[in-house]
């Protein structure tokens, strides 16, 4: 995967409040949602960007708002240098496209699957009739489908064979940026193995930019090139994958890190986990200071008042961010938690597609 500094997608000071009201007749706002607030992030082009953190934590709602299915509430989205806003142009329409999580739910079982991949040609007008058909089995053939089975039903395929209808949708209109929303987790362990290959070849072959969007660890460090980790709507850290799987230091990424599953028993019972106390606050009431303080193991006075900046450390990379008053130094790291950690840095033993 090719890595430059060019920036395909910039955001910046991005919010997306989702407002709580009440009544029936004439309704009050007595509350928002704080899913994203204040994200600054850039996606360079033809890299792979992983975004990980807990659930609720803001990542798929920062996907929509970066393919523009949730309008922001206040911030800037820069694609290609252009302020998309919350109307995005056709033009965008077309350049990013997304990949869902459910591969169930995400196709309509009442439609074909020559239609269902030949949408995107019908809203754009690029293909029609048999040119249309002759298309769409092209791409059938790109992610590994059988053409002939273009009149089938998606209730005819596994769920893999799912979402590989599902990317062949996404990549119709020549795409630059794809955003996969946990494209793998409803999937077989075998069957995440072929379809995290496929999307490799096909940035490989395509020359794609890719953000992903993943709970499991170890499948973010194999895809990634670089990884920013969410925590209650905020960017905690984020870093050169390798850089921040052997150095992290945000207390949070660490704690993840820590919870990462690794493939050797041995390594895994070596490790020191750390266990975070009490639960993830409300993002309708978000703490104040650093979003992580209630929970963080470091956390001092400082952490209550003052929000940290998003920035490079001193001794770190200049690509190395991190928000926290207290990072964590290398010397915090025991030996055996650093070899459970090493574990996650070896590619998984995956399929090929």
């Not at 659930?55 to 949730?70: D, E, F, P, Q, V």
């Not at 074909?112 to 019908?122: A, E, L, Q």
Request: net charge negative.
């Amino acid at each position: 995967m090719s890595q430059s500094g060019d920036a395909l997608v910039k955001l910046e000071g991005v919010y997306k409040h989702f407002p709580i009201k009440q009544g029936i007749f004439f309704k009050k706002e007595i509350g928002r949602v704080h899913a994203v607030d204040g994200v600054d992030l850039e996606v360079r082009r033809g890299e792979t960007l992983g975004i990980v953190g807990e659930s609720g934590c803001g990542k798929s709602t920062l996907a929509r708002c970066i393919t523009g299915l949730h309008p922001i509430t206040k911030g800037r989205i820069l694609f290609e240098g252009q302020d998309i806003g919350n109307k995005p142009g056709k033009q965008f329409r077309r350049d990013v496209q997304m990949i869902f999580q459910d591969p169930y739910g995400s196709l309509n079982p009442r439609r074909r699957v020559g239609s269902i991949i030949g949408d995107p040609f019908d809203i754009h007008g690029t293909a029609s009739g048999a040119e249309r058909k002759r298309r769409v089995q092209e791409l059938m053939e790109l992610v590994g489908l059988n053409p002939e089975h273009y009149n089938r039903f998606p209730a005819e395929f596994s769920g893999g064979q799912r979402q590989r209808i599902g990317v062949a949708r996404a990549l119709a209109l020549k795409p630059k940026l794809i955003v996969c929303d946990e494209p793998v987790s409803a999937l077989d362990v075998s069957i995440q193995a072929q379809v995290i290959n496929l999307l490799k070849d096909l940035q490989d072959e395509l020359g794609l930019t890719y953000i992903f969007i993943a709970h499991d660890l170890s499948v973010v460090r194999y895809v990634s090139n670089r990884v920013a980790v969410m925590y209650l709507g905020k960017i905690g850290e984020t870093a050169d994958g390798e850089e921040l799987y052997e150095r992290p230091r945000h207390p949070y990424t660490n704690a993840l890190l820590s919870a990462a599953s690794v493939a050797d028993p041995d390594a895994a019972e070596q490790r020191d986990r750390i266990v975070l106390i009490g639960d993830v606050p409300s993002p309708i009431n978000p703490p104040s200071g650093c979003r992580f303080h209630p929970r963080c193991p470091k956390a001092q006075e400082t952490c209550v008042g003052e929000v940290p900046e998003l920035i490079a450390r001193p001794g770190d990379p200049a690509d190395h961010l991190t928000a926290c008053h207290f990072p964590v130094e290398a010397g915090e790291h025991l030996a055996r938690e650093t070899a459970a950690i090493e574990q996650l840095s070896t590619e998984p033993t995956l399929p090929s597609a």
